[in-house]
RNA sequence: GGCCCGUUGGUCAAUCGGUUAAGACGCCUCCCUUUCACGGAGGAAUGAGGGGUUCGAUUCCCCUACGGGCUACCA
């Protein structure tokens, strides 16, 4: 188990929740990295003030936890390439934009933003209804390149604001390879001069992709399909500043579509659709708005990070139930798929169900015990050891076992009396009244007694017990739920189970 | 509009030129169970369209259609 140089990053931008997509790309990051015994890379984007938001960083880092994919190094662990926020890296940014502009890569541009708008004013048209700053305005820009040296040395002690943007070169094909899609070629006269640097002084994100992964000695870039249009001026400033020999393999992910119509899963098709889209609840420190998460709706890590992981790929075997441990073995970069898949709750429930009926139950204990004591139900473990193995099955998500374990604590609100009204009669009546009786007596409180009881009771009535078991099971757990009705009498108690009883036949008779 | 990526059942998907085109979710039927769930047995449902290449295309190539992404001093 020798560790390998491989290096991978996640390098999210803190600006709010942690999407389904982001978590993927952090998943797949995770499992390339462990399964070449690399090391794995959180490093934080925070290069636009405007969209910061505070909280969102250690947001993602819990995140990351609960999915038990934590990185090895991050801005929470340091190691040897911090700092690991690119705000803290701000310094290092501009020599290169500098070093870019004396090899003739890049220039100085100090056009307003008022000048770019009327530029893509002017230019716009019906055939080009989105001007670029390319090679072709260049030059009527007001720019290094436009500007005389004189101008430009004024401007800049003037302090003035300017960007840096690349220079794209002419009619050159630029191919990457990509390690999901094969050779994709690129005509450089279609791609415009992108800002490097900013007015502000800190990169923009194609600056400080490729400055940051030279400098994380990163080998492999994995990120979203997004960013696969743009991939010509990263591979471009890889070679401009003279790092061409290091630079990592590339990957680009498909993206995770809406369930229903067409584009890109966004936080409001949850909302929309009801569903979580984000890994754990999320507050809005702005707006104090809180979006749901898969967490705190009741999935568990190994189901959300299992789901996840079949979204866009697959072993090849047919297998779909993976822990992390096998996800990590039977990993393959290249099995990843080339087209976005339909975001599925229905199936993401299912891998829950799949992960509670396999848990064991102190793995499933303390997450109950915590959801019940927010539902003002205080059980103790002994109690709930017995009891989870008897309903987990019936359980999709955590916050179900409310439901399904509530009435063993509390005596049913709502009685579906109407399930055995219809049904009711004197003979059942009676058969109750004597069963309880015989329940009163009974000297030791066991499921077979408790079951033998009421068979030989039901056989004395002339009442087939079938047609008894449904109006005891409204009675003691309100609906048609549930596991075995002597069971969860055996459960509740004597007390409980006469009181419950008695309660029904009161509301019957009414 | 331009550029780039993609396209197997409703959804996730296997196949890497020759299959009755797997499997899973969901749906339906039945069995188990006089509850619900689990489990079991079945069922309906798929290669976007058109050209090639080939003895043979879901698979390779081209075109079209459709879907998506990008086209910011956002990532």
């Given amino acids: ?52 938001v505070p909280g969102a ?19 929470h662990k340091e ?12 310094s290092s940014y501009r020599e290169y934009a500098e070093m870019l502009i004396e090899k003739g890569f890049a220039y100085y541009a100090f056009d307003t933003p008022e000048e770019l708008e009327k530029m893509r004013e002017t230019f716009r048209s019906e055939t080009n209804p989105s001007p670029q700053y390319d090679g072709k305005i260049r030059m009527k820009m007001n720019n290094s390149l436009t500007l005389s040296k004189e101008r430009v040395d004024e401007l800049l002690e ?15 094909e630029i191919i990457l390879r990509d390690m999901i ?24 994100y194609h600056l400080a992709v490729v400055v940051d992964d030279h400098a994380m000695d990163i080998t492999h870039a994995f990120r979203g399909e997004e960013w696969l249009p743009s991939a010509p001026v990263h591979l471009l400033l890889w070679d401009y500043l003279g790092w ?28 929309r659709l009801g569903f979580p889209v984000f890994a754990m609840d999320w507050k809005d420190p702005k707006s104090d708005e809180l979006t749901r998460g898969f967490k705190e709706m009741g999935f568990l890590p190994e ?36 087209g976005g898949a339909k975001f599925d709750f229905e199936k993401a429930k299912w891998f829950n169900q799949e992960w509670i009926k396999r848990s064991e139950t102190t793995r499933l204990l303390p997450l109950v015990k915590e959801i019940l004591n927010k539902n003002g139900i205080h059980a103790n473990d002994e109690v709930l050891e017995r009891l989870i193995p008897m309903v987990k099955e019936r359980c999709q998500l955590i916050n179900d ?13 709502e009685i579906d009396i109407e399930a055995v009204q219809s049904k009711w009669d004197q003979k059942k009546h009676s058969f109750f009244m004597d069963w309880i009786a015989t329940l009163d007596a009974m000297e030791s409180w066991e499921m077979a007694n408790i079951e033998s009881a009421f068979k030989e009771a039901s056989a004395l009535a002339g009442i087939k017990p079938g047609e008894l078991q449904l109006p005891l099971r409204i009675m003691l757990v309100g609906a048609k739920f549930g596991p075995t009705v002597f069971d969860i009498a055996h459960q509740i108690g004597k007390q409980a189970t006469t009181r419950r009883i008695e309660n029904s036949l009161k509301l019957l008779a009414q």
């Fill in 1 to 52: 188990m020798t560790a390998s140089n491989i290096r991978v990053r996640f390098a999210p931008s803190p600006t709010g929740g942690l999407h389904l997509g982001g978590v993927r790309t952090a998943l797949f990051n995770y499992l390339f990295a462990k399964k070449n015994k690399g090391t794995f890379v959180l490093r934080i984007e925070d290069t636009d003030q405007g969209r910061f």
């Fill in 57 to 75: 960083e250690q947001y993602i880092v819990d995140c990351l936890a609960w999915c038990g994919i934590s990185p090895d190094e991050g801005p």
């Fill in 79 to 90: 190691g040897n390439y911090g700092p690991y926020r690119q705000s803290e890296r701000k």
């Fill in 158 to 172: 003037l302090g003035t604001p300017h960007v840096v943007r690349i220079k794209m070169p002419g009619a050159t």
């Fill in 181 to 204: 899609r094969g050779e994709i070629a690129f005509n450089t006269d279609l791609v415009d001069d992108k800002v490097l640097l900013k007015a502000d002084g800190m990169p923009t």
């Fill in 244 to 271: 061409k020999n290091s630079m990592p393999e590339w990957a680009h992910f498909p993206l995770i579509l809406k369930p229903d119509g067409q584009g890109k899963l966004s936080k409001r098709d949850g909302d």
């Fill in 303 to 338: 189901a959300f990070i299992n789901m996840l992981a079949m979204l866009g790929w697959n072993d090849g075997t047919g297998e779909e139930i993976f822990g992390l441990d096998q996800l990590v073995e039977r990993f393959s970069i290249e099995r990843i798929h080339k």
């Fill in 401 to 413: 076992f409310i439901p399904q374990l509530s009435y063993f604590f509390k005596d049913p609100v």
